[in-house]
Structures are given as C-alpha cells and as structure tokens.
C-alpha cells in the first residue's frame, strides 16, 4: 500500500500585530453625501449616523439620496446623483437596512 499524504485545513493564526490603515484627514465643514436604499430603516440607520457625523465632526450633510422602492435596490444611482456627488462631496455615505 502507498503512502498518503493528509493535510491540515486548519490555518495558522498570524502572531503580532499590523498598523492600523491610514485616515485620510477630513476638515471640519467638509461636506458629505448620503444614499439610502429605501429598505426598512436604511434611512433611519443613515440619518442618526449622519447627525452623528455633523455633531461630533463638524461635517456637512450636503446630499441626501433615496432610491425608489420601484427599480431601486441592486440598479445603479441616477448619472446626476453620481455627478452631485463626484463634484460635491469629500465622503458618501451609504447602508441598507432591514
């Protein structure tokens, strides 16, 4: 009989730690965008973040977007939300909910 070969599936869990990513730096009065997709309390969810945003960090909640229930959720946004936000905004901020 020949020999086999068993491997272990079980990955080896990495030792030490890694640097958090940088943040780029947003300036208080920035403005900001936000898309929501019309599903139950994806507006809710993105309005309390977004007050949050403007409190804590001084940005501006310049854009808000809802897609319609109808063609909405999975379907790109409108070319004119997209150019609004491109030339608009440093940051858009978008969450679904259920």
Not at 20 to 28: E, S, T
Not at 60 to 68: A, L, R, T, V
Request: cysteine-free; overall charge positive; glycine content about 12%.
């Amino acid at each position: 009989m020949g020999t086999q070969l068993v491997l272990d599936p079980v990955a080896t869990r990495p030792t030490g730690s890694l640097p958090a990513a940088a943040r780029p730096g947003i300036a208080r009065g920035a403005v900001f965008g936000v898309i929501s997709n019309s599903k139950p309390n994806a507006s809710n969810l993105l309005h309390a973040v977004s007050r949050r945003l403007q409190d804590r960090h001084g940005l501006i909640e310049g854009f808000f977007f809802q897609k319609s229930d109808i063609g909405g959720w999975g379907h790109p946004l409108p070319a004119e939300w997209i150019d609004q936000l491109a030339s608009g905004t440093v940051a858009v901020l978008a969450a679904s909910g259920d």
